[in-house]
């Protein structure tokens, strides 16, 4: 029996960590965990905000996904979306589903990234 999502992996190109750091603690506000020792050489990084964890994994040839993302759930849409978007991520809005807003993002090496709130 299925009981929750442990957590979403995403990939990212060789050398990105700074990247990703910088977007995903600093712009999402989300807290690095450290990685357990026997994964830390292959380098990436893991991250966590109430009970959410996105864990960024290193692929030598990388190449974001276009459709494949995570749906992300935040309270406050329109100030998360104002933060995002003042430090330059995209955001596009997208008002097909009723009862939610919500809109897609990008991060730095240009995962796709959902981010909703029921109405």
Known sequence: ???AVD???LAAPPGSEPLLRD????VLGMTEI???AALAGRGGCWFRADGVQLHLGIERDFRPAKKAHPGL??????A???RLAAHGAPVAWDDLLP???RFYSEDPVGNRLEFLEPV
Not at 23 to 26: E, G, I, L, M, S
Not at 73 to 78: A, L, P, Y
């Open 7 to 9: 957590h979403v992996q």
């Open 34 to 36: 450290p990685k357990p």
């Open 99 to 101: 009862d939610l807003r």
């Open 1 to 3: 029996m299925l009981t």
């Open 23 to 26: 977007y995903y603690a600093d």
């Open 73 to 78: 759930r935040v309270v406050g849409i329109e």
């Open 80 to 82: 998360y979306a104002d």
